[in-house]
């Protein structure tokens, strides 16, 4: 089994830390502690970036000074005494120390800081060769012919295989989009593939682009306004020293404005560029010299509706221009857009199961909640459906149809007031023009919709205009899209109560053929594995018959989505020792359940009545269930009632510390799903993707 993979450029800005990036989600999907190491970091801040990138954003929980071997300082003056071995040796010591703790080290090689790349890539390819790990080479194409693309990979690839290194990938990476292609056919031609795996990533420009946050760093600017702004990219920089007229016509997208800081006339025309509509939508304001806007002016430009941050530093516009242009961008663990877009870019253009394959022989059978959330956006991405969300004008449901939409996960209709959404998506720095945004009574499917509503209704007493009135409820017409087939789910209760999210349905989409009722489960993703526990949120008391279709539909949830569904009907009593009315209503639960499973769903594992330490405790198992197939091995819990399996799934998401993804709705012909009010936006996003995996089984 390989357990370990080393990560190396030709040459710098070669985007290594984008590739790392993708490379760790794709490792912690099969693999449970996965640990990063860099051999030799610059250590010109406190901090390596890479490696408090990479730590942060998939929560390592391994100590800094763990994660590598020595600053750049450091070896530097090890090697100049002549103790270059003892580099080497002390960068094996901490990885060995590394190991002890992971399954996996991915491995990230130096930056190429120093004057002499070719020294860097001898370091690179002696450090891999030492640690006994194989290399994927990142390649950097940006700004390169093909040819000369081609032959600076040839050449790395020969140098690796020279000092006995392994190469069993190649990225070339920042191609021109056109040439991709082109690079992989002449790579594979000239026999370099070496039963290596050759991939091309296109030149992403988002990523090559810093932000006004990471140019206050360099620049030691102080933020005057906008400080939750700062995550706007730089596309190019203006210098405002002519008249204003005349600077208007330069102002471009994603601009950042150097101007001096007594120039209030070019800061009032920023901000009113930016509250615009006509105008492009500018980056930041930089104040230069030291000079910062009087009181009278600032309380005026305080007072636009849509702000920019606007940052002010020491230095004349023409040494900070200088500084601007030389500036690099890097990925920050708080650039969730950036972060995302990389993760974006990586799975669309590399064959990660391809890779993961190439890179891991052996799999692990662990599936940790990362692992999970991961799976989920990987299997809603392989058929993407359309997801209606009813709360559009919500800040957590933009920022997560940012995040699904960048994902590239589903295509998205957000309902709500069109003109206070996209000042919402202005005002937050979101980029979703991929989003479709309807205002119910303005849409050209209001009528047709009333009419429906109103027919499927009208034995209740439905008038037509109280089909009119219901029908504007965005509740209401998300349902209807889906019911009409112009979205195949929808998501809603961020700030719905469930039954304003259900009740629609109810009445709209209907349960399932043989289902007389919705229900719901939770998953529960604990340290090593992903459980299922139903109905926790939506039948009080359920009687045997309708907790079979619970044990049903939970079962066939499991399967959706990837998890054997072993399941445990539970009660306080295990077998056939307890008497009372609630053991029997599980115990005839039970029967019903594994006749209606012979025929719906053959080879389903049931036990019940079972107590839950003896459904998920094989040592429990052995003795009170030793003949069950089910006892010691459960992976779907059906509790008697709402009160049990509430507080229970609550009980277990905060002493075991799991991840509760949920309430799944189940038993509706369509998938609709409700969120909790206080949801964060990783919890949309999943469930979104949840609702789209069941989508993708809905028969037409």
């Known amino acids: ?219 030691g600017a102080e933020v005057l306004y906008g400080e939750e702004q700062l995550n706007r990219h730089v596309y190019s920089f203006t210098v405002a020293a002519m008249q204003l007229q005349n600077f208007l016509t330069r102002m471009e997208r994603g601009s950042l404005i150097i101007t001096p800081g007594d120039r209030a006339d070019v800061i009032v025309a920023c901000l009113a560029a930016v509250s615009s509509t006509s105008m492009e939508n500018i980056a930041g304001i930089v104040l230069t010299g030291g000079l910062k806007p009087e009181k009278s002016i600032w309380e005026l430009i305080k007072g636009f509706p849509q702000m920019v941050p606007v940052i002010s530093v020491k230095e004349n516009t023409f040494p900070t221009a200088t500084r601007v242009d030389k500036i690099h961008a890097r990925i920050s663990p708080d650039d969730d857009r950036k972060i995302t877009r990389a993760l974006a870019v990586f799975e669309k253009n590399v064959d990660t199961e391809q890779l993961e394959e190439k890179v891991i022989t052996t799999r692990t059978a662990i599936v940790t909640p990362k692992m999970f959330e991961y799976e989920l956006l990987q299997r809603a991405r392989t058929h993407k459906q359309h997801i209606v969300l009813p709360e559009g004008e919500e800040e957590r449901i933009l920022k997560a149809t940012e995040t699904l939409l960048r994902r590239e996960v589903v295509e998205i209709t957000l309902l709500g007031n069109e003109e206070l959404i996209r000042e919402k998506i202005l005002q937050l720095g979101l980029q979703m023009s991929a989003a479709n945004i309807v205002e119910p009574l303005k849409s050209n499917f209001f009528d047709e919709y009333v009419k429906t509503y109103y027919d499927l209704r009208q034995h209740k007493g439905i008038t037509e205009e109280n089909a009119h009135d219901i029908m504007s409820d965005v509740s209401y017409f998300a349902t209807m899209m889906v019911y009409k087939g112009h979205a195949h789910g929808m998501v809603s209760g961020a700030v719905h109560s469930t039954a304003e999210t259900i009740r629609p349905a109810l009445q709209i989409i209907k349960t ?158 369509h998938p609709v799903n409700d969120l909790s009010r206080g949801c964060t936006i990783p919890d949309i996003v999943n469930t979104v993707a949840i609702t789209a995996i069941q989508a993708q089984t809905v028969e037409v």
């Open 512 to 669: 399932k053929p043989d289902f007389s009722i919705v229900s719901s489960v939770f998953f529960m993703c604990l340290e090593d594995r992903v459980l299922v526990y139903g109905d926790c949120a939506v039948n009080p008391d359920p009687n045997a018959s309708q907790l079979a279709e619970i044990a049903l539909s939970s079962a066939q949830t499991a399967k959706t989505f990837g998890i054997d569904p072993i399941v445990a009907m539970l009660s306080y009593s295990t077998g056939a020792s307890g008497k009372g009315a609630d053991v029997d209503k599980v115990r005839e639960a039970t029967r019903i359940t594994k006749k209606k499973a012979r025929e719906s769903f053959p080879g389903l594992k049931i036990e019940g009545p079972i107590q839950y330490d003896a459904a998920v405790d094989s040592s429990v198992a052995k003795t009170k269930l030793p003949e069950s197939d089910v006892a010691g091995k459960a992976t779907t819990f059906i509790f008697p009632d709402l009160n049990t399996g509430n507080n229970t799934y609550k009980a277990v998401q905060r002493s075991a510390g799991a991840v509760a993804i949920g309430p799944v709705l189940q038993g509706l012909r």
């Open 1 to 219: 089994m390989s357990n370990s993979l080393y990560i190396t450029a030709t040459k710098a800005r070669s985007g290594k830390s984008a590739i790392t990036l993708g490379v760790m989600e794709m490792l912690l999907r099969k693999i449970d502690r996965v640990g990063f190491f860099r051999p030799i970091i610059p250590g010109i801040s406190d901090r390596d970036d890479d490696i408090n990138l990479i730590s942060s954003y998939f929560k390592l929980k391994i100590p800094y000074d763990q994660m590598y071997g020595f600053t750049g300082t450091e070896a530097s003056n090890m090697v100049s005494l002549g103790k270059e071995s003892e580099v080497i040796e002390g960068i094996i010591k901490k990885y060995d120390q590394l190991r002890e703790i992971c399954d996996f080290i991915l491995s990230e090689g130096t930056d190429f800081a120093s004057s002499t790349a070719a020294f860097e890539f001898d370091i690179n390819a002696e450090i891999s060769k030492n640690l006994s790990c194989p290399v994927l080479l990142v390649a950097n194409a940006h700004q390169r012919s093909t040819d000369g693309t081609v032959r600076s990979v040839e050449m790395a690839l020969d140098s690796l295989d020279e000092m006995g290194c392994h190469t069993i990938a190649t990225i070339v990476n920042r191609t021109d989009p056109k040439e991709g292609q082109t690079i992989i056919k002449l790579l594979k031609e000239k026999d370099l593939a070496r039963e290596q795996l050759i991939y091309a990533i296109p030149d992403e420009e988002s990523l090559g682009k810093p932000t006004v946050g990471e140019i206050a760093d360099i620049l």
